[in-house]
């Protein structure tokens, strides 16, 4: 069972960074496209930045020139850095990963975090 584990989430005044992480793990064959969304309470979740495996790279406007995607292959890892956080960047943010599993041919799977809370506020 493949299985996603973010981590660093949690509370910051405006200005400040976090760093997201988000950890594959299981019978995964190949990595090929991670991002991070994310979702307030009565809207739609939203595409904040993607990163495929040849490493190029998409964000969402708002975000352009403050948030960096990128990734660890050997360590099945994205990460998130966040600086400059605004108050509207509060939202529960989840990984995404588009994975294939070796179960006797090659099949493509999507998997999703569980997704951790950022907050920022003064």
């Known amino acids: 069972q493949v299985q996603l584990v973010e981590s660093g989430g949690g509370l910051v005044q405006p200005g400040g960074s976090l760093r997201l992480s988000c950890a594959a793990s299981g019978p995964i064959f190949r990595v090929w496209t991670m991002a991070w969304y994310r979702q307030v309470p009565g809207k739609q979740r939203e595409l904040v930045a993607r990163i495929h495996s040849d490493s190029d790279t998409d964000y969402v406007d708002s975000v352009k020139g403050r948030f960096t995607v990128s990734r660890d292959n050997a360590k099945k890892t994205s990460y998130l850095q966040m600086n400059n956080l605004k108050p509207e960047d509060t939202a529960v943010y989840s990984c995404?990963?588009?994975?294939?599993?070796?179960?006797?041919?090659?099949?493509?799977?999507?998997?999703w975090g569980q997704g951790t809370q950022v907050t920022v506020s003064s």
């Open positions: 995404y990963v588009r994975v294939t599993v070796l179960i006797h041919v090659e099949r493509a799977f999507e998997y």
